[in-house]
């Protein structure tokens, strides 16, 4: 199957837009004498929220403090998980952790410790969602079956009404559902979607399942001889949840909220009305960038806008380019999508829900 003839096409423009953002990017990286990729600051990051993850595990593990102890180290390990996929993985997969093409790789593949896989990751993420991104059928970010109505295009259902209620625990199963359903499907089906998946070599599966023994010993067969079924039962659904949850809602609020747009292929040339850079300003929307500690917490992807246009570039330098980013959308009259707060962007996504669930 040609990938060709599923996706749709962007137009190609003279004196392109993309062009030009490049070009005063890199501008600003010359005349500053500065990597593009990460630094110390997000080196030390990375160890630090390992550590952290190894600390947690570790003295749940095998020291098995009192309950609500426990119950607490549970919440904060499942937001280590989402902590060290944005900061860590994420950066690594798009090749910007590190101008060392080793260290990018043991950060790309950090999502093994999750128990994700990164060929099915690589694909869906790095090369369909950021290139396709919103295009119902393609980009499989917006796909929720018939649980969730996220793009006007897709068929409203009656029990889509109410999504704008039940979401939040929906959210709370993207982790679990990950780790345990979808990776398993596009193997087993070699599709993500309508996509079909690049050929796999003998490595690519071998990783797969290694990863899947080493997670399933490690998060279910340990836990359950040190402290029991119950006690794990409850310990993995807490943590799970809580990784879902804040995966999903972070992830959500950079392409499904109020204002950001889902275009369509016209049918006679299957081409997208706008071209690549234009078409992420559009379908992509930012929150709460002067809130540092968010952006630490989730590894500036709530710098969404410059992390679409830019995914070679390391999130700690997403501040210092959005400023450019924002006057160039001034000049082409583009309008850059921002929240000031999370939960504005929240609220703004919730009402975008309620939308999609009410009217077609």
Known sequence: MNINNIVPKFPVVKD??????????????TDNNIDPTGDGRLFFKAILLVTIFGALYTHLIFVQPVWYVSLIECFALGGVIAAIGFNVMHDGSHGSFSKNRILNKIAAHSISMLGANHFMWNMKHNMIHHTFTNID??????????????????????????????FWFLYMLLYIF??????????????????PLKKMELKDHIGFWVVKVYHAALFIVIPIIMVGWLNWLIGFITITFFAGFVLSIVFQLAHT?????????????????????????????????????VSWLVGGLNFQIEH??????????????????RSVCKEYQLQYIEYPTTRKAIAAHVRFLRQMGKYD
């Open 308 to 325: 679409h246009l830019f995914p070679k570039i390391s999130h700690i330098h997403y501040p210092a380019i959005s400023d450019i980013i």
């Open 16 to 29: 392109s837009l993309h062009a030009e953002l490049r070009r005063r990017v890199n501008q600003y990286f």
């Open 137 to 166: 059928g393609v980009d499989d970010d917006i796909e929720v079956g018939i649980f969730m109505r996220m793009a006007p295009t897709q068929k409203r259902l009656k029990a889509h009404k109410f999504q704008h209620f039940y």
């Open 257 to 293: 909220v109020e204002h950001t747009e889902f275009p369509v292929a016209s049918i006679e040339e299957n081409k997208l009305p706008d071209e690549f850079a234009a078409h992420q300003i559009k379908t992509t929307a930012n929150f709460a960038t002067k809130n540092k500690l």
């Open 178 to 195: 990950w780790i345990f359903y979808t990776d398993y499907s596009k193997y087993f089906k070699q599709k993500i979607g309508s996509v």
